[in-house]
């Protein structure tokens, strides 16, 4: 069930990068982390923000995955009463997504870009950078938190605990290698990414909202046919 599940989380991941939370601050931060010591072209400047998208793709891909690891704990834990309650989350799910639909302000926002700003510390070492990932993962959940919950109630339709860890893992691998993207384009000047990609950005609620629908609507009508099985 997970490998059908792996290519949707990633994309998600994808999308939930181009989150205003977070995406609003990644060229500056990249700017003063890369500092004078990437090249403004070149391979060994290249080489340089890739090195810095790789620690941050891992702060990313470890927040996610420990959380994937609390879903498939919680999973295993839940697994009898766990269809029933998956119908329940399906439904609600696609009740959010729907009033996220129709009302364009409503939010489920969390503290966003702010809050990454206060607690990543600033110094330029590869610590920072990777704190730097994980705390963009967490403020990501302030715009894209539809996205990740679409994610979550998916994971409950996997077969094991291994399997929601792998969706999680997707989830954060889709969202780590556009930012080592962006962090490549910033280590050799280049801004054409980053103006290319801020445009989708806006993009990102509406693209949360139908993954809460197609996502709830999905579990629905698995565990629907789990339960029908059921003597």
Known sequence: MSGDLLPWAFAAGSAAALNPCGFAVLPAYLAYQLGTDATSAGAAGAAHGLARGVAMTAGVVTLFTLAGLGVGMARAVLLPVLPWLAVLVGVALVALGGVLLAHRTASL?????????RVVPSDRTWRATYLF???YGAASLGCTLPIFLAIAAQSLATRSPA??????????????????????????????VVRWLRPLVGWVRTAGALGM?????????YYRGVLSLRP
């Open 109 to 117: 926002g969390l503290p966003g870009a702010g809050a990454l700003a």
């Open 133 to 135: 990932g994980i705390g």
């Open 163 to 192: 399997e929601a860890v792998a969706v999680f893992l997707a989830y954060g691998t889709g969202m780590g290698w556009l930012l080592t993207l962006v962090a490549v384009a910033a280590s050799v000047g280049s801004t054409a």
């Open 213 to 221: 629908i197609v996502a709830g609507g999905y579990l629905v009508y």
